[in-house]
């Protein structure tokens, strides 16, 4: 309701300039072409309300509304209906008659699409069978010089005007469009890539490397006895531990790394333009900060690194080669202990840091 309620209110604010804009100088036009006509002088009252009081008052019927949107598409209609009745009024004097529909025409699809045009249209034509109720069925074909010049603004500056709030909108759109895109490859939890997103990257880092002939390498990383943690001090301080080594992450790694969570507890690293050594070097920092974490609600938590990495071989025949061998390298790790780092080379899979 509330999330409604909001972009009712958006709606409302996006149609008040130009509807201020559009009433303001469409008045003109139409005072252009009822001065050389015998109207009552309600006309010009009703004429001075519309085109300077109305704008303000839509506002605030939508902004009080339950139900903004609805409220402000009433408007819309309320706006044609009077758009009707001032072109029937003024004989439907080509040039300012022809202005004034079209604008509105135009704000209507703009707003509403096709349904809220042809909504639109039905209320012009009321109002123009409530002026002809009223004054009787009447049409000139004469334009003086004076209705020319006073169309001129609404020709120019309402379309303006229009383009504007179009423009922001989509500026809008780009940037929630860029933040969805932003979160579909997220991991909600700790910010870090998700698993399809780090895949991505692999296979093109992958290819880069062969293309180039670039180190690089990739480490995937595992909390020791993550299921006990949760079992025994409960999901919240699981999580804690989870973006602890998020923030870990971000704190060891370069700009350019990149870091994502590939499963429940267990995380990857891409390490572009890096030898295995100083992989290793960064891993085995890494190990030593976490292992120092204590929780501050829970003192005797002591927590874990197990880390298999993999540098980048020619050899590889795709991305899943690669990463199986950092997977081994992780497996090896787990085999002989924990709580230290294993790799690939030539040899096989080999501990490269471990804790006495």
């Known amino acids: 309701?509330?999330?409604?309620?909001?972009?009712?209110?958006?709606?409302?604010?996006?149609?008040?300039?130009?509807?201020?804009?559009?009433?303001?100088?469409?008045?003109?036009?139409?005072?252009?072409?009822?001065?050389?006509?015998?109207?009552?002088?309600?006309?010009?009252?009703?004429?001075?309300?519309?085109?300077?009081?109305?704008?303000?008052?839509?506002?605030?019927?939508?902004?009080?509304?339950?139900?903004?949107?609805?409220?402000?598409?009433?408007n819309l209609l309320y706006d044609s209906l009077l758009g009707g009745f001032w072109a029937a009024t003024m004989q439907f004097n080509p040039l300012p008659a022809v202005t004034i529909l079209s604008m509105m025409a135009m704000n209507n699809v703009a707003a509403g699409g096709l349904r809220l045009f042809i909504r639109g249209t039905l209320a012009q034509c009321t109002g123009g069978l409530l002026s002809w109720a009223l004054f009787g069925p009447h049409f000139t074909t004469l334009i003086n010089p004076l209705q020319i010049y006073a169309c001129l603004p609404m020709l120019t500056l309402y379309p303006l005007a229009v383009g504007m709030v179009c423009y922001r909108l989509a500026i809008k759109l780009s940037e929630h469009k860029r933040a969805l895109s932003a979160l579909s490859r997220t991991d909600s939890l700790t910010g870090l890539l998700n698993h399809g997103s780090w895949k991505d990257l692999l296979h093109i880092k992958f290819h880069k490397c062969r293309q180039q002939q670039m180190h690089a390498c990739i480490a995937l990383i595992d909390i020791d006895h993550f299921k006990a943690i949760n079992d025994t001090y409960g999901h919240i301080i699981g999580d804690t531990v989870l973006r602890h080594l998020s923030n870990e992450l971000r704190r060891n790694l370069r700009h350019d790394d990149l870091a994502g969570?590939?499963?429940?507890?267990?995380?990857?690293?891409?390490?572009?333009?890096?030898?295995?050594?100083?992989?290793?070097?960064?891993?085995?920092?890494?190990?030593?900060?976490?292992?120092?974490?204590?929780?501050?609600?829970?003192?005797?938590?002591?927590?874990?690194?197990?880390?298999?990495?993999?540098?980048?071989?020619?050899?590889?025949?795709?991305?899943?080669?690669?990463?199986?061998?950092?997977?081994?390298?992780?497996?090896?790790?787990?085999?002989?202990?924990?709580?230290?780092?294993?790799?690939?080379?030539?040899?096989?899979y080999v501990p490269r840091s471990q804790l006495a």
């Open 1 to 74: 309701m509330e999330n409604q309620r909001g972009k009712g209110l958006s709606f409302a604010r996006r149609i008040y300039w130009p509807r201020i804009i559009g009433l303001g100088i469409g008045g003109i036009s139409v005072l252009a072409a009822l001065a050389t006509l015998a109207l009552p002088d309600w006309i010009w009252g009703l004429l001075l309300f519309n085109g300077l009081i109305w704008p303000h008052l839509a506002y605030q019927l939508s902004a009080r509304s339950a139900f903004p949107y609805r409220a402000e598409r009433r």
């Open 261 to 348: 969570r590939y499963g429940g507890d267990e995380f990857c690293v891409i390490l572009p333009r890096m030898s295995q050594q100083q992989a290793l070097d960064i891993m085995e920092r890494l190990r030593r900060v976490f292992s120092q974490y204590r929780h501050p609600q829970v003192s005797e938590l002591n927590v874990s690194l197990s880390i298999g990495l993999a540098a980048f071989d020619a050899g590889f025949e795709d991305p899943a080669t690669w990463l199986n061998a950092a997977d081994q390298a992780l497996y090896q790790a787990k085999k002989n202990g924990r709580n230290r780092i294993a790799s690939n080379d030539a040899n096989g």
